[in-house]
T-cell receptor, first 112, second 117 residues
Framework: GENVEQHPSTLSVQEGDSAVIKCTYSDSASNYFPWYKQELGKRPQLIIDIRSNVGEKKDQRIAVTLNKTAKHFSLHITETQPEDSAVYFCAAPFDYGQNFVFGPGTRLSVLP | GAGVSQSPSNKVTEKGKDVELRCDPISGHTALYWYRQSLGQGLEFLIYFQGNSAPDKSGLPSDRFSAERTGGSVSTLTIQRTQQEDSAVYLC???????????????FGEGSRLTVL
């Protein structure tokens, strides 16, 4: 089955700096990699995802990069703002893409 | 509905009692997932339903946990003889499946916070 590791578990950055969170996965057949953001007391929500036919995807201040050979993908947040403070989860599919396993999460704190 | 709806939002129960948690997925979403999230922790997979296929129950932590999905829509997660370690937020999510392929995005409900005294 799929195994997803995520690092770091906690990350503190100054407002305006960049933040990078990395995930590794084990199933070479995985082809879809989402990132979810969970604010305190709220539900997880998808912020960006990438499919295996591309190496990078950007959406304003956030981007995701994928290295299929090394089986890792990363979330990049530039010009961080206090509202970026949250827990971020990566995920990878298994069971022929029918189910997902989540990483353990990264708690990001953006300090003013 | 507009989103995934879960009830109750909060449930306090005594150890040993049974509880039922309900999830109403987004209309047309055939895939439904239950996750458990303990305080400050990650998302622990419990069970997955897809259409008329047999559910994937591999994440259920014990035989006290069960779930059903009636008519391919609403799902109920039942915890029998609750224990204090069952205290957590139980999150339901649904997703769209087209042509047998999961389109990817999971839409989560607000969760049901269970406290076992």
């Amino acid at each position: 089955g799929e195994n997803v590791e995520q690092h770091p578990s906690t990350l503190s950055v100054q407002e305006g700096d960049s933040a990078v969170i990395k995930c590794t996965y084990s199933d070479s057949a995985s082809n879809y990699f989402p990132w979810y953001k969970q604010e305190l007391g709220k539900r997880p929500q998808l912020i960006i995802d990438i499919r295996s036919n591309v190496g990078e995807k950007k959406d304003q201040r956030i981007a995701v990069t994928l290295n299929k050979t090394a089986k890792h993908f990363s979330l990049h947040i530039t010009e961080t703002q206090p509202e970026d403070s949250a827990v971020y989860f990566c995920a990878a599919p298994f069971d022929y893409g029918q189910n997902f396993v989540f990483g353990p999460g990264t708690r990001l704190s953006v300090l003013p | 509905g507009a989103g995934v709806s879960q009830s109750p939002s909060n449930k306090v129960t005594e150890k040993g009692k049974d509880v039922e948690l309900r999830c109403d997925p987004i209309s047309g979403h055939t895939a439904l997932y239950w996750y458990r999230q303990s305080l400050g922790q990650g998302l622990e997979f419990l069970i997955y339903f897809q259409g008329n296929s047999a559910p994937d129950k591999s994440g259920l932590p014990s035989d006290r946990f069960s779930a059903e999905r009636t008519g391919g829509s609403v799902s109920t997660l039942t915890i029998q003889r609750t224990q204090q370690e069952d205290s957590a937020v139980y999150l339901c999510a649904s997703s769209l499946v087209r042509g047998g392929l999961n389109t990817g995005e999971l839409f989560f409900g607000e969760g049901s916070r269970l406290t076992v005294l």
